[in-house]
């Protein structure tokens, strides 16, 4: 097997979200806030950490669909939601293979609609009344 020289693809495309997490860092308010130990640092480092967290699982979740995979376990400890492992082609046969739904709104036109018609308000006893 021969492997390739050079990064990863998920190496190239996380890094927008390092550099989104440090910018985030970066223009966090000045001032000594309520929380965060009341240090601007450790807000800086909350923030820029929680930017770059959230981007760096769409980051791999979008990577993983783009190869055709899913993840098999979302979440971490006691929230974990395991996902039966199959690729995203037969998801695709799935939706495929569903039944096509279509609305046709020519026949809603107003007085387009018979007075009378078979539908089920008639056999419950009436129609409604018009809005």
């Not at 998920?10 to 890094?15: R, S």
């Not at 699982?57 to 376990?73: E, F």
């Not at 018979?114 to 009344?129: I, N, R, T, V, Y």
Request: charged share 15%.
């Amino acid at each position: 097997m021969v492997r390739k020289r050079g990064p990863s693809g998920f190496f190239i495309a996380a890094i927008p979200a390092v550099v989104c997490g440090v910018l985030a860092a970066a223009f966090t308010g000045d001032g000594r806030p309520a929380f965060a130990l009341h240090s601007n640092t450790v807000l800086r480092f909350e923030v820029g950490g929680a930017v770059f967290g959230i981007l760096y699982v769409v980051t791999l979740i979008m990577y993983l669909a783009w190869h055709g995979q899913a993840p098999a376990q979302l979440g971490g400890g006691p929230a974990q939601l395991q996902t039966a492992p199959q690729d995203v082609d037969t998801a695709n046969q799935v939706v495929e293979a569903a039944p096509a739904f279509e609305v046709n709104l020519t026949d809603a036109r107003e007085g387009d609609v018979p007075a009378e018609s078979d539908g089920p308000d008639d056999q419950a006893g009436g129609a409604l009344p018009p809005p």
